[in-house]
């Protein structure tokens, strides 16, 4: 694959909503990934479920392997609730409704944590781990991009 070809590849990536794409062919692999913007997007509720992804950031272009997407804080053992895609973060899920976790809340794998809102949808984040959420790293409506940390949780 010459670079021409590559660089056709990323601006293809860019306008789609895909996440990533690896391709290999005889002279190689190559893996390209969106890069990490904030998107605001307005629309109608439509509830889709998602839980986080196993994926940490990478440049634009990358041939390096994914980690995992909760991983222990290196000066605690803090597990973090990242973001799996780019939208607008919501607490709740509309203005007249409860809020889903504050600080103190008791999470287990399954439990709807937040709403993500991508490309005028609404999509619940559910948590995959066992614990308590001790903080809150993203204020209501705020834009949070791929793999932002949303939640940090003691492990139960």
């Not at 293809?12 to 190559?30: A, R």
């Amino acid at each position: 694959m010459d670079l021409k070809q590559i660089h056709e590849l990323i601006k293809i990536v860019n306008k789609s909503n895909i996440g990533e794409i690896s391709i290999e062919d005889k002279d190689g692999k190559v893996t390209i990934k969106q890069k990490e913007e904030p998107v605001v997007n307005v629309a109608a509720p439509q509830h889709q479920v998602y839980t986080t992804p196993a994926a940490a950031p990478a440049p634009v272009v990358s041939a390096a392997p994914a980690a995992p997407v909760a991983a222990p804080s290196k000066a605690d053992n803090y597990i973090t609730i990242k973001s799996p895609m780019i939208g607008t973060f919501y607490r709740r899920p509309s203005p007249d409704k409860p809020i889903f976790a504050e600080v103190g809340t008791e999470v287990a794998p399954g439990k709807v944590v937040c709403i993500i809102e991508a490309m005028k949808l609404f999509n619940e984040i559910e948590s995959e781990i066992s614990g308590t959420i001790v903080k809150i790293l993203v204020d209501d409506a705020s834009p949070v991009e791929y793999d932002q940390p949303l939640f940090l949780v003691d492990p139960a």
